[in-house]
């Protein structure tokens, strides 16, 4: 029911409110926002909220932090369900690279973007 994003939406905006426009609390709302725009469908607008908070995240911590490969990582699924696979390996690489930085090559999270890169490599229809 997409009244009921729209409630989330107004909650989201009242909440932006409260928070400097470097704060990584607003990064993490933009990035809940973007699972919202994701449910309605919306994949440029959740593109646009993942972009937003990435850019916080690489302001506070820099370009290789675990916070930034989450929002990239999202970004490649949000191309990869749209069908830009291309689009999709490069976000997807992006991720894999920072995850192995920051994280080890025996990480879950490491393993879950090597296989999302596998499969926009591959064309295969996201289903995360």
């Known amino acids: 029911d997409f009244g009921k994003y729209d ?3 107004e909650l989201y ?12 609390l607003l990064a993490l709302l933009y990035s809940n926002k973007s ?11 959740a593109v ?3 972009e ?18 989450i929002t990239v990582v999202n970004m490649g699924e949000f191309r990869h369900r749209q069908g830009r696979y291309e689009e999709a ?11 192995m930085m920051t994280l080890g090559p025996h990480h879950p999270s490491v ?8 499969d926009a490599r591959e064309g295969k229809y ?3």
């Open 111 to 118: 393993q879950q973007a090597e296989k999302q890169l596998a």
């Open 35 to 45: 699972s919202v725009y994701q449910r309605r469908g919306d994949y440029d607008g």
């Open 13 to 24: 905006e009242k909440a932006q409110k409260s928070f400097g426009k470097k704060d990584p």
């Open 52 to 69: 937003k908070a990435q850019e916080i995240y690489v302001k506070k911590y820099g370009p290789e932090h675990q916070n930034v490969g």
């Open 7 to 9: 409630e989330v939406f």
């Open 89 to 99: 390996v490069e976000l997807y690489g992006k991720a894999l690279d920072t995850f």
């Open 48 to 50: 646009n909220m993942c």
């Open 126 to 128: 996201c289903e995360y």
